[in-house]
């Protein structure tokens, strides 16, 4: 028989119970909820009677006058990580913290000198190292199948809705709030990065901005929101098209990102209508109080010599990533957008894999992140057990991390970042 952890969750919003808790909740063999802390007590309230709990609270003092359980979520905004990780690791927790683990060097250094101290287990959600097609290109990678690995290629396709919808308009979109893009975004990518050369950074440059979603281009006949906007039904980043069109060609979900951000639970084409007439989604994408880029290049030299390139851009029609490996031996091309994983053996036929059925035989398609998040989920459970991989430690999680904020630092000041310093 399976062993059932208790879980508790801090930050009721759309990862830690949209994704996480329902999660757990489906899986009452392994999990069982036994508290839920939001600032918003109407989450808890949902939340609880969904999963049978009146453990609920709406103060995070609180919550965290002692401990309620075995494991905890933390799914807070970016800032309040650290502050609440340190206190769950006093408390004993194991804990599922979300991605970025905060914005500040320093404070991921304490975080990671508090848990190595009391040999506190943390795992980061960089769900996408738990996806099949991303695990699937990694075996390939080490099976040799490309030679020595060479180059990677990697595209993040942010979209040009996504954008809109998390980075401009949404929670993501100040720095000051939140974490720059390169954090808030990429930390997935230079995780993989990081991931796939199997080495240290040594080198890095980066390059980008906000070249857009700003006063400058904001058209001089237009509204500063689009319920007055003459462009409402032609501006490809209006709210109608955003959160009305979109949510019909997606079926219209209930329970579908990013609809149910913008209106709990939306059921109707109205009800969604007033949620961005009256709130912060119904803004014109020119009159934000957004800073954060909105497309950003880096260039990283490992220390074993593997030269890796990203390139995230706002500006595609499709969203997801693309990651080319250039071997000795072979080239090897996951494209997300495509659904396809390519495997070219030079002077031999071409191999194509698909994505979605990769993540249909590991039994991980329909959850989101390409399956990595049922993956994590997976994951956590076998740290709770005792048997989760080296791959999920803290340390390798921050390692990524440093290189983040050093890219960060040499976009904004030109300079190429020697990582040596940088840990
Ligand atoms: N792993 C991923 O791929 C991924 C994807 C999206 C977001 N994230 C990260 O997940 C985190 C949460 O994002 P989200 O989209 O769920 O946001 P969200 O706004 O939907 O959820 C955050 C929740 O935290 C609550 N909250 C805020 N302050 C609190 C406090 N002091 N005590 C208790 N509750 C508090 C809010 O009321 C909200 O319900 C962020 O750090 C984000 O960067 C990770």
């Known amino acids: 028989m399976e062993k059932t952890f208790s879980v508790s969750i801090i930050g009721c919003g759309s990862r830690g119970c949209d994704v996480y808790g329902n999660l757990f909740h489906a899986q009452k063999d392994k999990f069982r909820i036994a508290a839920l802390c939001d600032v918003r007590k109407e989450q808890t309230e949902r939340f609880g009677k969904r999963y049978g709990t009146d453990e609920l609270f709406t103060d995070e003092r609180e919550f965290f006058r002692k401990r309620r359980s075995d494991a905890l979520v933390i799914a807070t905004q970016d800032q309040d990580h650290v502050r609440m990780c340190l206190r769950a690791l006093e408390l004993g927790y194991t804990v599922l913290l979300e991605k970025p683990v905060t914005p500040d060097k320093a404070e991921l250094k304490a975080l990671l000198a508090a848990a190595e101290k009391c040999g506190g287990k943390v795992l980061v959600c960089h769900v996408l190292r738990y996806a099949p097609a991303f695990t699937e290109a990694k075996r390939i990678l080490r099976s040799g199948a490309i030679g020595r690995l060479i180059l990677i290629e990697a595209e993040e396709h942010v979209g040009f809705w996504h954008q809109a919808h998390s980075f401009v308009r949404g929670n993501w979109r100040n720095e000051e709030t939140t974490s720059p893009m390169i954090l808030a975004k990429c930390c997935h990518d230079l995780d993989l990065l990081q991931y796939y050369a199997d080495a240290p950074a040594e080198k890095v440059y980066s390059a980008g901005g906000l070249a857009f979603f700003n006063k400058a281009n904001h058209p001089a006949d237009a509204a500063e929101r689009c319920a007055d906007c003459k462009y409402l039904h032609t501006c490809p980043y209006s709210a109608e098209y955003c959160y009305i069109t979109r949510w019909k060609e997606c079926g219209q979900p209930q329970d579908g ?79 997300e957008p495509s659904d396809s994983l390519l495997l070219e053996k030079y002077g031999q036929a071409a191999e194509r894999f698909s994505l979605s059925e990769l993540a249909a035989s590991s039994k991980k398609d329909g959850f989101g992140h390409g399956g990595g998040d049922l993956g994590i989920v997976e994951a956590f459970y076998g740290l709770l057990c005792g048997t989760a991989p080296e791959e999920t430690s803290l340390r390798r999680s921050a390692e990524s991390h440093f290189l983040c904020y050093a890219a960060e630092k040499s976009r904004k000041s030109g300079a190429a970042i020697d990582m040596k310093n940088e840990r």
Not at 257 to 265: E, G, H, R, S
Not at 273 to 285: S, T
Not at 297 to 324: E, P
């Open 257 to 335: 990102w990013p609809f149910n951000v913008v209106a709990p639970a939306p059921n109707s084409e109205g009800q969604l209508r007033k949620a961005y007439e009256e709130g912060p989604y119904g803004r014109c994408v020119f009159c934000c109080d957004n800073d954060v880029v909105d497309h950003q290049a880096v260039s990283v030299t490992f220390t074993n010599g593997v030269q890796a390139q990203l390139t995230m851009t706002a500006f595609t029609a499709d969203t997801g990533r693309r990651i080319c490996f250039h071997g000795t031996k072979g080239t090897l091309k996951l494209d």
